[in-house]
């Protein structure tokens, strides 16, 4: 009876120091590569979309949330806080096939080019990849022809997702543009 107690009392003293310690730290345990998919080699996919956004009218799909400073306005659009909900397609062609959108915000962060911060997630909604994310947050330098983001993360397909993005400006005017993205992410 007395060893039962004591090996009782030992499990039970775990217990309250594991739970201590996950209090203390956020420490939870270590995972199980098997359970969570990451057995598998990982692979590197290439997805090109575009998107083609619309600034002004009813069905804007591009707006301004918070609108620059106004000594920024014309220059760098420092302070400018937007939102983006566009379609994704195959094509450069408004009218292409549909695969998922574009969804998250942009900011205006240097005072001295035309740079926006972006926190987007390509939301795929065609075959495998229906209902899988990929995010990409990162700087926008808007001067240059070929920029260069990471991807960060995902989910569904492309949960544990690194990689990067170029992207390029194909068409714009004050109503709309077209913006081509080049997508190179490993996942399993």
């Known amino acids: 009876m007395t060893t039962q107690f004591l090996i009782l009392s030992l499990l039970i003293s775990c217990h309250v120091l594991t739970a201590t310690l996950a209090e203390e730290t956020g420490f939870v345990g270590s995972l199980d590569r098997k359970a969570l998919g990451l057995d598998k080699k990982d692979k590197v996919s290439h997805f090109r ?3 083609h956004e619309r600034f002004t009218g009813s069905n804007a799909t591009s707006v301004t949330v918070v609108p620059p400073l106004p000594q920024y306005n014309s220059t760098t659009n420092f302070g400018l806080v937007g939102i983006t909900d566009n379609a994704l397609t195959v094509g450069p062609e408004p009218g ?10 942009y900011a205006g962060t240097s005072q001295s080019e ?7 997630n390509f939301a795929l909604t065609e075959g495998k990849y229906n209902g899988s994310t990929i995010t990409v947050v990162g700087r926008n330098r808007l001067s240059l022809k070929i920029r260069e983001m990471p991807v960060i993360g995902g989910s569904g397909v492309f949960k544990f997702a690194t990689g990067y993005v170029e992207t390029s400006t ?8 077209t913006i081509q993205y080049n ?3 490993s996942h399993y």
């Open 114 to 120: 035309f740079n926006l911060l972006i926190v987007v």
């Open 170 to 177: 194909l068409y714009v005017d004050a109503d709309r543009s």
């Open 96 to 105: 292409s096939k549909v695969v998922g959108k574009i969804e998250g915000l």
């Open 183 to 185: 997508i190179y992410v």
């Open 49 to 51: 979309f575009y998107f």
